[in-house]
């Protein structure tokens, strides 16, 4: 199965600020996911990463707030922008191709203080 | 994709075979069972997946019902590092929509 980069492993960032991370697939797969776990919480589905186009919100998801890029089939950024505390979570990657199944990257740990 | 119950915890003594169940009543024909874990502050692991045949590989073995409506995640010697969440998913792999959607899963916890 694919291995999934993700970068930063975590990060304190000051409200109102923005953070992207990134997420590096060793191969090339057919579909791209962000999640978000807040504390103590399951993995909840943000967008589905679109390569060449606009990513594929879920309900109470938006693209002001989650801006998403998949430029190619092997790498996508999540943005998350204006933050607040609210925000503190851990962001995770995920990608998946019939060969390999649904892999995840280890994760980004955001705290907004 | 089907709705899928599991217990929120179990536990577990090392050594022991884990038990872990999943009803899924409403799953189609056409939907797989899923299993994943995710051990404290990492990323889900694939553990196994079965569409109506039970199935082993190296980490477990999936036990699905003759009706499909229930399956059952069994680690025959659970260790202390087996201490997880564990979620069960049910999904069209075969069609286009290939959202895995967790649901709050079970906590087992493995004791020495």
């Known amino acids: 199965s694919a291995v999934i980069s993700q970068k930063p492993s975590r990060d304190i960032c000051q409200r109102g600020t923005s953070l992207t991370i990134q997420c590096q697939v060793d191969?090339?797969?057919?579909?791209m996911f962000w999640y978000r776990q807040q504390p103590g919480q399951s993995l909840t589905l943000i967008a589905t990463?679109?390569?060449?186009?606009?990513?594929?919100?879920e309900s109470g998801f938006v693209i002001d707030k989650f801006p998403i890029s998949r430029p190619n089939l092997t790498f996508s950024t999540l943005t998350v922008s204006n933050m607040s505390p609210e925000d503190s979570s851990i962001y995770l990657c995920?990608?998946?191709?019939?060969?390999?199944?649904?892999?995840f990257g280890s994760g980004t740990r955001l705290t907004v203080v | 994709d089907a709705k899928t119950t599991q217990p929120p915890s179990m536990d577990c003594a090392e050594g022991r075979a884990a038990n872990l169940p999943c009803n899924h009543s409403?799953?189609?024909?056409?939907?797989?069972v899923y299993w994943y874990r995710q051990i404290h502050s990492q990323g889900p692991q694939y553990i196994i997946h079965?569409?109506?045949n039970n199935e082993t590989n190296e980490m477990a073995s999936l036990i699905i019902t003759e009706d499909r409506k229930s399956s059952t995640l069994i680690l025959p010697h659970a260790t202390l590092r087996d201490t997880a969440v564990y979620y069960c998913?049910?999904?069209?792999?075969?069609?286009?929509?290939?959202?895995?959607?967790f649901g709050k899963g079970t906590l087992l916890t493995v004791n020495p």
């Open positions: 995920s990608a998946f191709s019939r060969e390999g199944g649904y892999t």
């Open positions: 191969s090339q797969v057919t579909m």
């Open positions: 990463a679109n390569q060449g186009s606009e990513a594929t919100y």
């Open positions: 409403t799953i189609s024909g056409n939907e797989y």
């Open positions: 079965g569409l109506k």
């Open positions: 998913i049910v999904l069209n792999s075969g069609g286009s929509n290939y959202k895995l959607t």
